[in-house]
Structures are given as C-alpha cells and as structure tokens.
C-alpha cells in the first residue's frame, strides 16, 4: 500500500510542476525571440539597400532602448 500511495504523490506532483515549466519556458523565451527577431529584420533590410545608415542606426538604437 506504500508504494502505491507514493506512486500517486508522484503523479500529483507532476501534475502540478509541469504547466508551471512550460510557462516559464514561455515566458523567458519570449521576448528574447522577438527582439532578435527584429533585430534580424533591419539588419536584411539594411543589407539589400532598403534603410540609408541614419535610417538603420536611429532604427536599431529604438529596438536596443
């Protein structure tokens, strides 16, 4: 009967931990992602001539602040 009961606390606990991991990993993840991701498009855009360097340097000092 005791390990049958440990196997429940077990199942429970898991339960109980594992919505809380996936939101963290949400959550750190996130915004990290987005900024790159940002980041990543005005440095293309710069590359194929689209942004003139004021356009591109006044652009990247606003997604840094």
């Known amino acids: 009967m005791g390990d049958w009961m440990l196997g429940w606390w077990l199942v429970?606990?898991?339960a109980w931990v594992t919505p809380f991991f996936f939101?963290?990993?949400a959550?750190?993840?996130s915004g990290a992602s987005?900024?790159?991701s940002a980041r990543e498009l005005l440095d293309q855009a710069y590359a194929?001539?689209?942004l003139s360097r004021d356009?591109?340097?006044r652009k990247r000092e606003d997604l840094a602040n």
């Open 23 to 25: 939101l963290y990993l």
């Open 12 to 14: 429970i606990v898991i």
């Open 27 to 29: 959550l750190t993840n």
């Open 48 to 50: 194929q001539g689209k």
């Open 34 to 36: 987005r900024q790159t």
């Open 55 to 57: 356009e591109y340097l």
